[in-house]
């Protein structure tokens, strides 16, 4: 797995070929959704939404190998695209990677400019709770 | 009174400054005005005119700006009083917006005269400003609230709004028109059968009040609150009409400056009505301004608006529902211009983003009605509300524009 600045660097420079055109953005963050595989339904429990979004948010974390493995779904298309986002930077990486590292991506990308402050908001919960997931499972690691 | 207005469309545009945009690179189409409407240049210069001209505390003051500040609020409050055909211009009360009218009414009245197994009856379609404030006088004074059932099309069901009335109703307050849906309440008559249970009425006239002529004699409701930012009108400012006899009757609403008659550390008098509820210094330039928000709906005419109106969700309803999968939610026979659905498949989210995408600024969500969203068993909906300044072309590139959007979920 690359290293997670370099991946959110790549994800900084796809997005600047879009232009800023709200319309080519929202085309390329569904495709981005669409590659993401969907959860399986009985994971798409209440227990594992994030709260925060006007669309639902369901997050789950484990460990392989050492490194966390997420896997997420939305019940929308264009959330679903930006949580493949964070799925692409945090998956694969180790705890402390995770818990050491900034995600600077969706400033760069404009995210408030396109998805509005109040669901920036709700992106912001999301790599909070992929944080957590992080730190819970560190201990793991270190056992 | 009505003057017909011979402005068109476009004249009437003009006098929108906001309107004059773009947004996302696309001419701005803005349908969202059932969430608050835009402000005609009239207002905003009335605004702009107080702060540089007549700026002052009001009543009280023997300066010549604090007379010119007083007299300007006070003819706001007796242009309400025509807009509405209000008796008295004293039955006016300024508030911040229709939810403050109501909190109002429920605290003052609601607290003073309701107690344990008396009853509140509302219906299914209150939006949540027209739920909470029972809710929390329930809690204080034990009595219970009771909710009118509606049918598919979103019309409440009369004959069970008959068997809910009793003895034990004490208050009815029912939506006029349903900000979720677009629903027009047969007010009148809901009103007209609380008054034989013996219960006093209010009437939630937020959406109403933009739309239709809205007549407190003529509908006979003891209280009826309103907004004026969803009026042309600035934010931050709403009415209350209470019937005198009634206002007279409650407690204040909050303590403080303007509302009392005199202090002393041992008792304090309150003040006559409308001033008994006007607690601190109320806001003044937006009052003033409001007056302009009324007198262009009054230019304009009520049967214009009504008129134009209806033309846009006729045709809008009509287009929309040539798309694939298209579920309007609010089907009323009597309708006002907000055209709320869902489309198979999609998330109203989605819509939501796509339609900004393109220019169009919509509502989506639960519009701050979730019991009825449960109803519908939906989590929302996407919501189009019509004002005068809004064109059939813009419906029809609306609704072009969202055939285009569907196509791409429907890969």
Redesign the interface.
């Known amino acids: 797995m690359s290293d997670i600045k370099e991946i959110q660097d790549e994800i900084i420079e796809e997005f600047s070929m879009l232009d800023g055109d709200m319309e080519m953005t929202i085309n390329y963050i569904m495709e981005l959704g669409e590659q993401l595989p969907e959860m399986e339904a009985s994971k798409r429990t209440d227990e594992n939404i994030v709260k925060g979004c006007q669309s639902k948010v369901w997050l789950m974390a484990g460990l392989e190998n050492d490194k966390v493995q997420f896997e997420a779904d939305s019940n929308t298309a264009i959330t679903k695209g930006l949580v493949s986002l964070l799925v692409r930077v945090l998956s694969g990486q180790t705890p402390e990677v995770i818990l050491n590292n900034d995600v600077y991506f969706p400033e760069k990308i404009g995210m408030n400019r396109f998805i509005g402050t109040q669901r920036s908001n709700g992106f912001a919960a999301m790599i909070k709770q992929m944080k957590l997931d992080a730190l819970a499972l560190s201990t793991k690691t270190n056992a | 009174m009505s003057i017909t207005t011979t402005l068109s469309i476009d004249e009437i545009r003009a006098q929108f400054p906001v309107l004059d945009q773009q947004v ?2 696309k001419p701005l189409i803005y349908f969202d005005n059932a969430a608050t409407s835009q402000k005609p240049k009239q207002v905003i210069d009335a605004l702009s005119h107080y702060y540089n001209r007549d700026n002052s505390n009001i009543h009280r003051g023997i300066h010549t700006l604090a007379e010119r500040a007083t007299s300007a609020y006070e003819e706001t409050r007796k242009a309400a009083q025509a807009f509405i055909n209000a008796p008295e211009a004293e039955e006016i009360v300024f508030t911040k917006g229709t939810t403050e009218g109501i909190n109002l009414v429920a605290q003052a009245y609601g607290r003073k005269f309701l107690k344990a197994g008396d009853e509140i009856i509302i219906t299914s379609m209150e939006h949540h400003s027209n739920i909470v404030p029972w809710q929390i006088l329930c809690q204080q004074t034990g009595a219970e609230l009771k909710v009118i059932p509606i049918n598919n099309r979103g019309e409440i069901i009369y004959e069970e709004y008959l068997k809910l009335l009793s003895d034990k109703t004490k208050i009815v307050s029912a939506v006029y028109i349903s900000n979720a849906l677009g629903t027009i309440n047969p007010i009148k008559e809901i009103i007209a059968d609380a008054h034989k249970a013996g219960a006093i009425t209010l009437v939630d006239a937020a959406q109403a009040a933009p739309h239709e002529k809205v007549d407190v004699k003529d509908l006979n409701c003891d209280f009826l609150a309103l907004s004026a930012h969803k009026m042309y009108g600035p934010t931050g400012v709403g009415i209350l009409y209470g019937k005198r006899l009634l206002l007279e009757k409650m407690d204040a609403y909050q303590g403080g400056g303007e509302m009392i008659s005199e202090v002393t550390f041992a008792k304090t008098t309150f003040n006559d009505i409308p001033y008994k509820f006007e607690a601190g210094t109320p806001n003044i330039g937006d009052v003033v301004a409001f007056k302009a928000a009324m007198d262009f709906m009054s230019q304009i005419g009520h049967q214009f608006l009504h008129d134009h109106e209806q033309r846009l969700l006729d045709e809008g309803t009509k287009l929309l529902s040539e798309i694939d999968g298209f579920e309007p939610i609010g089907t009323a026979e009597s309708k006002a211009s907000v055209i709320s659905f869902n489309v198979e498949n ?2 109203p ?2 819509l939501g ?2 339609l ?3 220019g169009i600024a919509v509502r ?2 639960h519009h701050c009605t979730q019991p009825l969203m449960d109803i519908f068993q939906i989590e ?1 909906t996407v919501r189009a509300s019509f004002a005068v300044y809004n064109t059939v072309d813009e419906v029809a590139y609306f609704a072009q524009a969202l055939k285009e959007i569907v196509s ?2 429907r890969k």
């Open positions: 996302n690179g999609i998330h989210f989605d983003m796509w900004d995408a393109k989506t969500g929302g791409k979920f």
